[in-house]
Structure formats: structure tokens, C-alpha cells
């Protein structure tokens, strides 16, 4: 059995729409009870504790600084890195050119050639 489905555009944009909007309250909201002092503030919080509180935001900010933090680092790391690869890469390259360089000589006399190759 094969079931097709379809879908209306503009009730795929509304659905979009009221999402968001409905995102948008509830931060709103969440900042309204985190902000709010005295009596109504803390029925808030007792009636919604899954809301965001003043702690919990400064919490999360301190999160998020500490995990840009250890990017920065992480990332930092890995430049050193690839630049001391980078740099281990050229001096391999000079050493293989070099013996190859003194091979070629070494084989230039061997033969009997009175100048060296270049």
C-alpha cells in the first residue's frame, strides 16, 4: 500500500509563522519571569519552574564563554600543529633534495665525470 502525500505551501508558511511567534513569547516570557521581584515574581517561578531564572542565564553565559574559550584554544593548537608539520615537511624535503643532490655527485664521480651535475 502506497500513500502519497501532499501539502498546501501556505499552510506550511503559516505553520512557520505561528512557530516562530510562538518561540518569540515564550523567551519573552521566560525573560518577564526572570526579571520579575516580589511576590508575583516568585508565584512565577513556583507555577513555572522550567522557565529560565536570572542564575540560570548567567549560568548558561558562563557556559557558553568557557566552551568559546576551549575552541579558541583547541583551534590555536591546531594551527601550531600544522604549522610545525608544515615546517618538519620543508626540512624533510630539503634533506631529500640534498642527499638526492650529493647522490647524483657521488654517482657523477663514480662514473668519471670530471664536473658535478647540476
Same mark, same amino acid.
Given at each position: 500500500?502506497?500513500?502519497?502525500?501532499?501539502?498546501?505551501? !501556505?499552510?506550511? @508558511?503559516?505553520?512557520i509563522?505561528v512557530?516562530a511567534?510562538?518561540s !518569540?513569547?515564550?523567551? #519573552?516570557?521566560g525573560?518577564?519571569? @526572570?526579571? &520579575?521581584?516580589?511576590?508575583?515574581? +516568585?508565584? $512565577?517561578?513556583?507555577?513555572?519552574? !522550567?522557565?529560565?531564572?536570572?542564575? #540560570?542565564? #548567567? @549560568?548558561? %553565559?558562563?557556559? $557558553?564563554?568557557? %566552551?568559546?574559550? =576551549?575552541?579558541?584554544?583547541?583551534?590555536? +593548537?591546531? +594551527?601550531r600543529?600544522?604549522?610545525?608539520s608544515?615546517?618538519q615537511?620543508? $626540512?624533510?624535503? %630539503?634533506?631529500?633534495?640534498?642527499?638526492?643532490?650529493?647522490? %647524483? =655527485? /657521488?654517482?657523477?664521480? /663514480?662514473?668519471? &665525470?670530471?664536473?658535478?651535475?647540476?
Amino acid at each position: 500500500m502506497v500513500v502519497t502525500g501532499t501539502h498546501n505551501p !501556505y499552510l506550511v @508558511a503559516l505553520s512557520i509563522l505561528v512557530a516562530a511567534f510562538a518561540s !518569540y513569547t515564550a523567551l #519573552d516570557l521566560g525573560g518577564h519571569v @526572570a526579571a &520579575a521581584r516580589g511576590f508575583g515574581g +516568585k508565584r $512565577l517561578r513556583q507555577k513555572c519552574p !522550567y522557565l529560565l531564572t536570572t542564575n #540560570d542565564v #548567567d @549560568a548558561a %553565559r558562563a557556559l $557558553l564563554a568557557a %566552551r568559546q574559550r =576551549i575552541c579558541a584554544e583547541a583551534t590555536a +593548537k591546531m +594551527k601550531r600543529a600544522v604549522q610545525r608539520s608544515e615546517a618538519q615537511a620543508l $626540512l624533510t624535503s %630539503r634533506r631529500v633534495s640534498r642527499a638526492h643532490h650529493q647522490m %647524483r =655527485i /657521488a654517482t657523477a664521480h /663514480a662514473s668519471g &665525470a670530471t664536473t658535478s651535475p647540476r
